[in-house]
């Protein structure tokens, strides 16, 4: 029966001389018999052993638990529940990953658009990263529920042009109206903008919001606390009272 120096233990399970060592120390893997200079050899046996540590060791287990898990007399159903639970953890460790790598990549890309870089300006950032989930599901709102205007509005159209029915088209009229008064309502309720000078959240006032310059995610505004006049970065305001 073949047996491994330390050295060649480590090697055939691509690993370093000091992790065989230590997983001996830890009583994870012992060695089957010691030469005449009290050097550990370590058998076949072994080496399946050492493999199947790492393995588990790969899949993120805690060497406790292996170790535990060398002990049990039926070692099959442990090893099913445990890569279930690790998977679970692992899925939930990737899931966070992800989310922070997210936020790194719209931080980077919001920092590009900045001419000025201080401490503030990752704070507003901050505020306009937090607030974009409820922002676009403002926006969501009033386009799902623009929609059946725009199906109104087209049939109305079509009705008049090819059966001359006109009525439904001044029912149109009524109903943007109406839809229109309330979509600036709501957006202007649940709207806020960060001011570039001051760092300040504020609403303005709905005349001046309505007709401001703007952009998609800008408006040219006047702050309301320091009075700085220039294009204010749009965010969710429906917190702010």
């Not at 690993?15 to 550990?40: F, H, I, N």
Request: hydrophobic share 40%; glycine share 8%; charged share 25%.
């Amino acid at each position: 029966m073949s047996q491994y120096t330390t050295g060649e233990l480590a090697k055939l399970c691509g690993v370093t001389v000091r992790t065989v060592q230590y997983y001996d120390g830890r009583g994870l893997l012992v060695p089957s018999a010691l030469s005449e200079g009290g050097r550990r050899l370590y058998s076949e046996d072994d080496l399946k052993k050492m493999k199947t540590i790492c393995f588990l060791r790969d899949t993120g287990l805690s060497l406790d638990t292996i170790g535990r898990l060398l002990k049990e007399e039926d070692p099959g159903s442990v090893v099913a529940l445990l890569a279930k639970q690790q998977e679970t953890v692992l899925r939930g460790e990737i899931a966070e990953r992800q989310r922070q790598l997210d936020r790194l990549t719209e931080l980077k890309d919001s920092l590009g658009s900045v001419s000025s870089f201080s401490l503030e300006t990752i704070g507003d950032i901050a505020t306009i990263m937090e607030n974009k989930k409820k922002r676009s599901a403002m926006l969501r709102n009033l386009i799902l529920l623009g929609l059946p205007v725009s199906v109104l509005q087209w049939a109305s159209i079509l009705l008049w042009i090819f059966k001359g029915v006109w009525w439904p088209f001044l029912l149109w009229v009524a109903v943007a109206i109406l839809y229109g008064v309330w979509a600036s309502r709501y957006y202007y309720r649940n709207t806020a903008y960060i001011c570039p000078q001051c760092h300040e959240v504020f609403r303005p006032s709905l005349r001046e919001v309505v007709f401001a310059r703007h952009t998609t995610k800008t408006r040219k505004l006047t702050c309301v606390k320091c009075g700085h006049r220039g294009f204010c970065v749009e965010t969710w305001g429906g917190d702010l009272k």
